[in-house]
């Protein structure tokens, strides 16, 4: 079956930095999502994007289908960013789910 | 507001007492489905449904069932839960069964078994 890889798996900040999230997936899809689980456990959608970038506030998204990859970019980062990172795709040959990646862990220092 | 309501959103239970747990969607969705997460293993699919009346096991369907009697509801039984079911449930929709349509998820229910 598809994989669906993230890195990194783990990544720490000080408040006000950048970073860059990034999913590598292993075959083609027809949609890729990104999600923000938060300290309480919640599933936020970021972004729905099977390809091309989108921007909401501070955060922005681009998948590039064709080589397999999307990346999420978090701009002067806040510490309720804090959480878990998750991008899940969609893929042409799986019956009726979607599959998460392992996810990366986002501590933001204040 | 357009959502996805899960009830309860804890519950502490012991083995071998049956539960529901609910999910309802207010945007009048095709598709709904079960996860479970549990550490080290991530989101896991337990059951789907394609529209009223059509269900479908996922990856882990063993101790569970389901029913879709109408389209906003989905409830998630467990005839007789086990301390292996303790884990984070997420109940998720998207608009149609066909693939590629942005899914949408519940906000969890932390389920532990003693």
Same mark, same amino acid.
């Given at each position: 079956?598809?994989?669906?890889?993230? +890195?990194?798996? !783990?990544?720490?900040?000080?408040?006000?930095? =950048? +970073?860059?999230?990034?999913?590598? &997936?292993? !075959?083609?899809?027809?949609n890729?999502?990104?999600?923000?689980?938060?300290?309480? %456990?919640?599933?936020? =959608?970021? &972004?729905?994007?099977?390809?091309?970038?989108?921007? =909401?506030?501070?955060?922005?998204? $681009?998948?590039?289908?064709?080589?397999?990859?999307?990346?999420?970019?978090?701009?002067?980062?806040?510490? $309720? !960013?804090? %959480?878990?990172? &998750?991008?899940?795709? !969609?893929?042409y +040959?799986?019956?009726?789910?979607?599959? &998460? %990646?392992? %996810? $990366?862990r986002?501590?933001?220092?204040? | 507001?357009?959502? *996805?309501?899960?009830?309860?959103?804890?519950?502490?239970?012991?083995?071998?007492?049956?539960?529901? *747990?609910?999910?309802s969607?207010?945007?009048?969705?095709?598709?709904?489905?079960?996860?479970?997460?549990?550490?080290?293993?991530?989101?896991?699919?337990?059951?789907?449904?394609?529209?009223?009346?059509?269900?479908?096991?996922?990856?882990?369907?063993?101790?569970?069932?389901?029913?879709?009697?109408?389209?906003?509801?989905?409830?998630?039984i467990?005839?007789?839960?086990?301390?292996?079911?303790?884990?984070?449930?997420?109940?998720?929709?998207?608009?149609?069964?066909?693939?590629?349509?942005?899914?949408?998820?519940?906000?969890?229910?932390?389920?532990?078994?003693?």
């Amino acid at each position: 079956g598809i994989q669906v890889e993230q +890195s990194p798996p !783990d990544l720490i900040l000080q408040e006000g930095a =950048n +970073s860059t999230l990034r999913c590598n &997936f292993s !075959d083609s899809v027809n949609n890729l999502q990104w999600f923000h689980q938060n300290p309480w %456990g919640q599933l936020i =959608n970021l &972004f729905y994007i099977p390809s091309g970038t989108k921007q =909401n506030g501070r955060l922005s998204a $681009t998948t590039v289908a064709t080589e397999r990859y999307s990346l999420l970019y978090i701009s002067s980062s806040q510490t $309720t !960013d804090s %959480g878990v990172y &998750f991008c899940a795709v !969609d893929p042409y +040959s799986s019956a009726s789910k979607i599959i &998460f %990646g392992s %996810g $990366t862990r986002l501590s933001i220092r204040p | 507001e357009a959502q *996805v309501t899960q009830n309860p959103r804890y519950l502490i239970t012991v083995t071998g007492k049956k539960l529901t *747990v609910t999910c309802s969607q207010n945007m009048n969705h095709e598709y709904m489905s079960w996860y479970r997460q549990d550490p080290g293993l991530g989101l896991r699919q337990i059951y789907y449904s394609m529209n009223v009346e059509v269900t479908d096991k996922g990856d882990v369907p063993e101790g569970y069932k389901v029913s879709r009697k109408e389209k906003r509801n989905f409830p998630l039984i467990l005839e007789s839960p086990s301390p292996n079911q303790t884990s984070l449930y997420f109940c998720a929709s998207s608009l149609s069964s066909m693939k590629g349509y942005e899914q949408y998820f519940g906000p969890g229910t932390r389920l532990t078994v003693t």
